[in-house]
């Protein structure tokens, strides 16, 4: 049986948060089981309620003694968990749990049943039993039932305000008369006391779409909360810049509201905020109105009703998808391109109808290549699709955003040549994108090569120190030739899932350049935007952060101290051991330019090559609009892809309506993956799940444990506001040597022929599993299944290999090679690590230029001290970056490396004939 099968108790014994044992609260002093470590809490809540209801079902049917519905019972410890995580939902509540322990109390099993079951089968998406039998149920939860089989989307509104039961039901009935019939949505009350209490809805409870802020609030929680909550609580309110929950006596009602709204804003963004107060709501609603969408008074509840409804009608509005549908549906004669249009040379073919057969007459429906309307131009839109790339800008954090229908790879080479010109320095980690390298080819700036650090044991990259960075920087300076560095460009995070502190860095680079330019490349980040502990490493919410940062007296003070360090008083810059030992402060004055390229279609929901830049640029008027707009029409098609967009316009709204519940699914996903290879005794023995102790080493570590997850959020939190690097939980890089296999084999061999799973990413020793928002419950237990049968194979094969023989994945391989250099035609100074890539690719071009040169050859050449030079890039995949590219010296490490890789893809290199080298 595997971890996640669906019975239960085992799986439920087994699940990660489950078994989470159960701290003494503060509060209460009683024990209580973790209700809720936020990451998981959508599990935590369904196992909670499904073990209850095998547990009661066991009693019920004589099965189980009665012991665990008292005391530290399993029945009782769920009952108490689940009161004070119901708090935290709409629908049920706490009462409801309350009344479930009395029907146990009294032995009325029945009815008990009944009552747990229809949340099993709300929680689980399915339509409700019949009525329960006993009479318990009231008016309202009467009315319920009846709503449960409403299809409409539903979302939850949270409430602050000290309550009593009797308010909370008149404003459920309130909610329950305002309905009607026309309205899109439906939502429900969660209505809380406290401050912290609202803190651990919003981190708990992704349906939460909208709040009601009234000032009766206290301030600290009674709940029993685990103290991993209560730490995620504290953080919380750190991050947003105040210590604890304002107590009522030290802070004016406008303070306490005040810093509430700016902690739950900095929580979940997309979340909107209402006032609702009594009095003088004219002073609030002047002193309050940045926060606050509006300001009510409480008399005006149809008002607020509409309100809630309109703002997600806003959320929910795709309008590229809408003017879609609409072309689909209207009668049109297609008199210029596209015979697919309208199905028009697919429907009455004899030879090609099961295209519209297998993808849907819709697809060809919406197929167009008109631009009015309603459709609109990409290359200049001012309609559906402005409106829809705003959208992703508001959802993203940026100040403009693009849709880019042909991938990353293309949307960098958007960014590269809107910013920078012939003869820019780039500084960028040679482990990018080949997209990178190629954007530079094409124009003409020079890339000076970062290493990231090798991680050898595991035959890949990790990623550039930031004193790297500030090293090469400051050679730059030393050499007279800062000026020329113009874009700083990173990968994060990488594909391994390092994630870099992209504020940090950016600070740190623009204190020694304050007009630098920062091209994050976030292909595998688009997620992290929508959940708040991995939204901070996001590219724009560091460029907001920091232009924040820069405002503040405080920042202004510390950056005026700092100088007199960095600088003697005649102007001499203080030795670069002072600029790499301090965490160097930005001027005031610095710019900050930002660009993020994100494959929305590797995380989030989009078509294949639906990709988005977005751009937070304080100079983008003044400095890059224009060239921008240029870039973009260099590398759009005049055809974009319809569907693409509609893709992506839908995958925004996803996003925003329930980004952090996916999220959030997918980092619990991964760890449940991450424990079931730790502890299942048979996987054991042939995997080990790689830890951020193995991919990041020491002196670049930090606070954070080897997998801050799995001890907490808080953990987790902690981590990746401190530490320089930190391990992005959703990857999981499996090392496989003790199979006997190498990475390539297990990939194809194994997992994709046997058992048609497919991953993307392998090393000699390493296979990496990615999850995603996609990625379902049964999904991971099949893994852990396949994973199972697979180390019962290589059981049974360990017994036929010869002991003495090293296993593929423990060959010791070279060195992963550093960027050698580039030949002295191609270098500028022969000293900076810059070069002229472009030159040298069109040297490769001329007829006569290149010779064809063996490895063993090569080999020889450069052992007599010949520096042959490459015409082109040569790209092992893996590990999928340019080991050569033109103008670079062929070097021994190189040649090495390329000699013992067993790869079946080698862009660049051809194998009968060799390299392609320039002729000196
Ligand atoms: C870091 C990085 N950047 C850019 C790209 C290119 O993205 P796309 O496939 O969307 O063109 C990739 C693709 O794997 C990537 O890994």
Redesign the pocket.
């Known amino acids: 049986m595997t971890l996640l099968d669906d019975s239960f108790p085992e799986s439920l014994a087994s699940a990660p948060i489950t078994t989470d044992i159960v701290e003494p609260p503060p509060m209460t002093g009683e024990l209580e089981r973790d209700p809720g470590m936020p990451a998981s809490t959508w599990r935590l809540r369904s196992d909670a309620w499904e073990y209850l209801r095998f547990g009661v079902k066991r009693i019920a049917l004589g099965n189980d003694d009665e012991s665990a519905l008292t005391g530290d019972g399993e029945i009782a410890r769920n009952l108490r968990a689940l009161e004070t995580i119901e708090m935290y939902w709409a629908g049920f509540g706490q009462r409801y749990v309350r009344d479930i322990s009395e029907l146990l109390r009294k032995g009325d099993y029945q009815n008990a049943l009944d009552r747990i079951g229809r949340v099993v089968q709300r929680l689980r998406n399915s339509t409700v039993p019949d009525e329960p039998h006993n009479d318990l149920i009231d008016e309202i939860e009467r009315l319920e039932i009846t709503d449960d089989c409403d299809p409409r989307p539903r979302f939850e509104v949270l409430v602050i305000d000290e309550t009593t039961a009797g308010d909370r039901d008149s404003m459920r009935a309130e909610n329950m008369r305002l309905r009607s019939a026309a309205d899109q949505f439906i939502y429900d009350f969660v209505v809380v006391p406290s401050a912290d209490d609202a803190i651990a809805a919003l981190l708990t409870n992704p349906n939460i779409l909208a709040c009601i802020i009234r000032p009766g609030f206290s301030g600290r929680t009674t709940q029993a909360l685990s103290r991993d909550l209560r730490d995620t609580i504290t953080l919380a309110w750190e991050s947003a810049g105040v210590e604890t929950a304002p107590a009522s006596s030290s802070l004016s009602s406008v303070q306490r509201v005040v810093r509430l709204a700016d902690v739950l804003h900095t929580l979940r963004p997309e979340i909107d905020l209402y006032l609702m107060a009594g009095a003088n709501i004219e002073d609030l609603a002047g002193a309050l109105s940045r926060r606050f969408r509006r300001v009510f008074r409480r008399e005006d509840q149809l008002e607020l009703h509409l309100s809630l409804l309109r703002r997600v009608s806003h959320l929910y509005d795709t309008p590229f998808f809408a003017a879609i549908q609409d072309h689909a549906r209207r009668p049109v004669g297609v008199f210029h391109a596209l015979p697919v249009a309208r199905g028009g040379s697919v429907v009455g073919s004899k030879w090609i109808t099961d295209l519209a057969d297998f993808y849907g007459l819709n697809l060809l429906l919406a197929e167009t290549s008109a631009t009015s309307g309603g459709l609109d131009s990409l290359l200049a839109p001012v309609h559906t699709l402005k409106k829809a790339q705003e959208l992703a800008a508001r959802a993203f954090g940026a100040k403009h955003t693009f849709f880019v229908t042909n991938?990353?790879?293309?949307a960098?080479k958007v960014v590269h040549q809107a910013l920078v010109s012939p003869n820019d320095v780039v500084l960028v980690d040679r482990n990018?994108?080949k997209?990178h390298h190629h954007a530079m080819m094409l124009t003409g700036a020079r890339p000076a090569y970062l290493d990231a650090y090798p991680l050898n044991d595991y035959a890949f990259y990790g990623a550039v120190p930031l004193s790297d960075v500030k090293q090469m920087l400051l050679d730059y300076r030393a050499a007279g030739r800062l000026d020329e560095v113009r874009m700083v460009t990173l990968?994060n995070c990488t594909?391994d899932g390092i994630v870099y502190d992209p504020e940090r860095v950016m600070a740190e680079c623009l204190a020694i350049k304050p007009d630098l330019v920062f091209l994050w490349?976030e292909?595998?980040f688009a997620f992290a935007a929508f959940h708040p502990v991995t939204r901070r490493r996001t590219a724009m919410a560091a460029a907001k952060h920091l232009e924040a940062t820069l405002k503040t007296s405080s920042h202004h003070l510390a950056y005026t101290e700092q100088q007199k360090r960095l600088f003697a008083e005649d102007g001499t810059p203080a030795p670069d051991e002072v600029w790499l030992s301090e965490r160097l402060i930005p001027s005031p004055d610095a710019r900050i330019r930002v660009y993020a390229t994100q494959?929305t279609?590797?995380t989030l929901t989009s078509l294949r090559?639906g990709?988005m830049i977005h751009v937070y640029d304080q100079d983008w008027v003044r400095d890059a609009r224009e060239p921008f707009h240029e870039a973009y029409m260099t590398h759009t098609s005049t055809s974009p892809n319809y569907q693409i967009l509609t893709s992506l316009d839908l995958g925004r709204r996803q996003v925003e309506l329930e980004g952090y519940e996916l999220v959030q699914r997918q980092l619990d996903l991964a760890t449940s993956l991450t424990q079931a290879i730790a502890r299942h005794p048979i996987l054991r023995r042939f995997f080990r799940v790689v830890d951020a102790y193995d991919l990041i080493p020491e002196p670049l570590r930090g606070i954070g444990g080897k997998m801050p997850l799995r001890q907490g959020l808080s953990d987790m939190w902690r981590a990746w506001r401190e530490d320089e690097f930190v391990v992005d939980p959703s990857r999981i890089t499996v090392e496989i040597t003790k199979t006997g296999v190498d990475g390539d084999t297990f990939k194809h061999d194994y997992l994709m022929d046997r058992f048609g799973i497919q991953v993307n990413k392998t090393s000699r020793n390493t296979v990496l599993f990615m999850t995603n928002i996609g990625t379902s419950r049964s999904g991971i237990a099949y893994l852990i299944e396949v994973l199972v049968k697979l180390s019962e194979r290589f059981e049974e094969l360990s017994e036929e290999l010869d002991p003495n023989m090293p296993l593929p994945g423990e060959v010791p391989m070279p060195p992963l090679p550093d960027f050698s250099a580039f030949s002295s035609e191609y270098s500028t100074d022969g000293i900076r690590p810059d070069g002229d890539l472009r030159a040298a690719f069109f040297q490769g071009q001329q007829r006569g230029a290149v010779e064809y040169v063996s490895q063993a050859e090569l080999s020889r050449r450069v052992a007599e001290g010949e520096r042959p030079v490459s015409a082109g890039f040569v790209t092992p995949y893996p590990p999928g970056f340019p080991v050569l590219v033109p103008g670079q010296v062929i070097s021994r490490e190189v040649l090495d490396f390329m000699s013992v890789l067993d790869t079946r893809e080698i862009h660049g290199y051809d194998a009968v004939r060799g390299y392609r080298v320039l002729k000196p």
């Open positions: 991938g990353t790879s293309t960098n990018c994108h997209s990968t594909f490349d292909a595998w494959s279609h590797k090559q990709s």
